[in-house]
Nanobody, 113 residues
């Protein structure tokens, strides 16, 4: 059974950093793009970043220059490095594989002093 499992969410102070992980299983991880979304208190679920199977990356404007998405196909894992966090980054972060319709359960990121 194909599934995704996120981890790494935490409470962090403004200006801090976190690294989220998304571990995939049950399908050929290296053959599919991976996206990150977040559900913030004030907005619908919004797209954050994408990494393609060819390691091409793209970012939403609010996070470009602060976040970095990567993947390690040997570990079936995608990562989201988040730097210079602010309160607007608070939310539940999900990884998603669009071509397979897969979503993880989400991991909570809270940015607060």
């Amino acid at each position: 059974q194909a599934q995704l499992q996120e981890s790494g969410g935490d409470l962090v102070q403004p200006g801090g950093s976190l690294k989220l992980s998304c571990v995939a299983s049950g399908y050929p991880f290296d053959s599919y793009d991976v996206t990150w979304y977040r559900q913030t208190p004030r907005k619908r679920r919004e797209w954050v970043a994408t990494i393609t199977r060819a390691d091409l990356t793209n970012y939403a404007d609010p996070v470009r220059g602060r976040f970095a998405v990567s993947r390690d196909n040997t570990k079936n894992t995608a990562y989201l490095q988040m730097n210079t966090l602010n309160s607007d980054d608070t939310g539940v972060y999900y990884c998603h594989v669009p071509a397979r319709g897969l979503w993880g359960q989400g991991t909570q990121v809270t940015v607060s002093s």
